[in-house]
C-alpha cells in the first residue's frame, strides 16, 4: 500500500525559531493535508493543499505541494510554545480512492 | 467544518469485555470513518462506515472483532469486541463533508485493557 516518509522525527527548537519538516511518497497523491495533534485530543487540520506547486499559508504556517505530487512540506515561523505537539501529514489518492494515508508524525518540542 | 462528539472519551477495561464508541456529528455527512492510534504512533484506518450497510474493513481488522454500525449519516458506533491488552489504543471517529474540505477528526476515546 502507499506509505510516507515524514521527517524529522522529533525535532526541539527554541521559540522564535522557525521549523521545516516535509513528506515524501513513493505514489501520487491528489490532495496534501497537514493535521496537528494536542495530547489528549484528536488531529486538526491545519492546511490543505489540492493542486501541485500550490503554496498556501495559515497564519505563521506555510505549505507547499510538490509538483511531482510525491512529497509536500510545513513551515512553522517564528515558533512560539503552543506550537508544541505532533505534526502529521496525510495524503489521499483523490477520486474514488478517499481513505488517507498518514505519515509517522514529528514531535516538536519548542522552548521557552 | 462538522463537529464530532465523541463518547467516551477514555476508559479502562478488562480484558475478555468489549467496548461500544459512539460518534455524533452535528450534521449529515457523507464519509465516516474509524481509525487506530496505538502508543506514540500514527494514524491507522479500521473501517469506513458505511450508511444501511456494512463497513468496508481495511487489511488486518475483521467484523468480529471491530463491529459498526452507521444507522444514519450522523451517527455511527464502533465496538472493540474480547479485548486485549493489545487493544489499548486511542480510537479515532473522521467525517469528511467533502473532498474540499479535509476530514475532521473527534477527539478520540483513550482505551487501556488491563
Known amino acids: 500500500g502507499q506509505q510516507l516518509n515524514q521527517s524529522p522525527q522529533s525535532m526541539f527548537i527554541q521559540e522564535g525559531e522557525d521549523v521545516s519538516m516535509n513528506c515524501t511518497s513513493s505514489?501520487?497523491?491528489?490532495?496534501w493535508l497537514w493535521y496537528k495533534q494536542d495530547p489528549g485530543e484528536g488531529p486538526v487540520l491545519l492546511i490543505a493543499?489540492?493542486?501541485?506547486?500550490e503554496l498556501t499559508s495559515n497564519g505563521r504556517l506555510t505549505a507547499q505541494f510538490g509538483i511531482t505530487r510525491k512529497d509536500s512540506f510545513l513551515n512553522i515561523s517564528a515558533s512560539i510554545p503552543s506550537d508544541v505537539g505532533i505534526y502529521f501529514c496525510?495524503?489521499?489518492?483523490?477520486?474514488?480512492?478517499?481513505?488517507?494515508?498518514f505519515g509517522k508524525g514529528t514531535l516538536l518540542t519548542v522552548n521557552p | 467544518s462538522a463537529v464530532i462528539s465523541q463518547k467516551p472519551s477514555r476508559d479502562i477495561c478488562q480484558r475478555g469485555t468489549s467496548l461500544t464508541i459512539q460518534c455524533q456529528v452535528d450534521s449529515q455527512v457523507t464519509m465516516m470513518f474509524w481509525y487506530r492510534q496505538q502508543p506514540g504512533q500514527s494514524l491507522t484506518l479500521i473501517a469506513t462506515?458505511?450508511?444501511?450497510?456494512?463497513?468496508?474493513?481495511e487489511s488486518g481488522f475483521v467484523i468480529d472483532k471491530f463491529p459498526i454500525s452507521r444507522p444514519n449519516l450522523t451517527f455511527s458506533t464502533l465496538t472493540v469486541s474480547n479485548m486485549s491488552p493489545e487493544d489499548s489504543s486511542i480510537y479515532l471517529c473522521?467525517?469528511?463533508?467533502?473532498?474540499?474540505?479535509?476530514?475532521?477528526f473527534g477527539s478520540g476515546t483513550r482505551l487501556t485493557v488491563v
Open positions: 462506515a458505511n450508511q444501511g450497510s456494512e463497513a468496508t474493513y
Open positions: 505514489s501520487i497523491f491528489n490532495t
Open positions: 493543499l489540492y493542486k501541485a506547486g
Open positions: 496525510a495524503g489521499q489518492g483523490g477520486g474514488s480512492n478517499y481513505k488517507l494515508t
Open positions: 473522521s467525517v469528511a463533508t467533502g473532498t474540499l474540505y479535509g476530514y475532521t
